[in-house]
């Protein structure tokens, strides 16, 4: 499972996003990490499906929470194969979500983008 987090907007009248962002961590091990994701975050997303950030963004901060607070939790999906672990996946999270606070408007956004987030989609 090949994956690339990304942020974009939606060409008017078409099916086509513009990628607008990128978080530093653009690769997570998806195939590694896609179970823990899904579990820390109950959210069984489908990787290169867009969606909307305004829908998915409480899943990601939940995610973070989890990982945080509850990392024993997921010690489970940690993968036998040694490609990513429970930081990994948090630094992941925190990626993604330093990267929306990025691109939205706020009196913490450095970014030249300001996207409102009801217009701001992300994939995985």
């Keep these: 499972m090949n994956c690339n987090l990304r942020l974009g907007v939606k ?8 990628v607008i962002a990128e978080p530093i961590l653009i690769r997570p091990f998806c195939n590694n990490l896609h179970e823990m994701f899904v579990a820390c975050m109950d959210w069984d ?15 990601i901060k939940t995610g973070i929470k989890e990982l945080s ?8 999906y940690i993968p036998k194969n040694g490609w990513g672990n429970i930081s990994y996946a948090l630094v992941t999270l925190r990626s993604l979500d330093c990267c929306i ?10 970014s030249c983008n300001e996207i409102p987030v009801e217009y701001l989609y992300m994939s995985w």
Excluded: C, L, R
Excluded at 69 to 76: L, S
């Design 11 to 18: 060409v008017d009248g078409t099916d086509i996003f513009a």
């Design 45 to 59: 997303y489908k990787p290169g499906e867009w969606y909307k950030v305004s829908e998915v963004w409480d899943k």
């Design 69 to 76: 607070e509850h990392p024993e939790n997921y010690e489970q």
């Design 101 to 110: 606070k990025q691109t939205i408007p706020g009196e913490d956004n450095w």
